[in-house]
């Protein structure tokens, strides 16, 4: 399999093995080998140029906080809509419903969406979201936050969990 990368986004699988071909300074092409485990996306600096492949090798213990969870907008999309749209909006400015709207809830602390009237549960749950916290929830939304008046029994297939958190990454900044 392989991957590449062009302005800073590079995109692979975690593997044993990696080799990294530098096509040009600001792409690279990664052929992965073996041990597939996750997608992760991580973002470097286009800078690094051709020190790409030495940079990576270094790097890859150290950026477990621009480790991103990849998943495809356009079905985390279909997934909202079939299954969120009811009760949440993203939009900027966008109307709280039933659920409060979404837009700019990741890195945002539980329970801050202004205007909107959570349970003292999702108040004090107190945890950041981000994609970590997201799948935990999205998995089972009343473990997570006993006491949440959200009644969405969550999503049970990690790739549709991922799939939406990468729709509301690209949709709720």
Known sequence: MSCSSSAGKLRFRVVTLVTIIVVSPTQVRLCCYSGVQDTIKIRLPSSLGTN???????????????IAIMGDVAKGQKI??????????VEKG???KTGPNLNGF??????????????EANINKGITWDEES???YLTNPKKFIPGTKMVFAGLKKKKDRENLIAYLKDSCQ
């Open 134 to 136: 997201l799948d935990t």
């Open 94 to 96: 966008g109307p709280h």
């Open 52 to 66: 790409l492949v030495y940079s990576l090798f270094v790097a890859l213990p150290f950026i477990r906080n621009q």
């Open 80 to 89: 909202f809509q079939q299954r969120c749209a009811q009760c949440h909006t």
């Open 106 to 119: 990741i890195g945002r602390k539980t329970g801050q969406a202004e205007g909107y009237a959570y349970t």
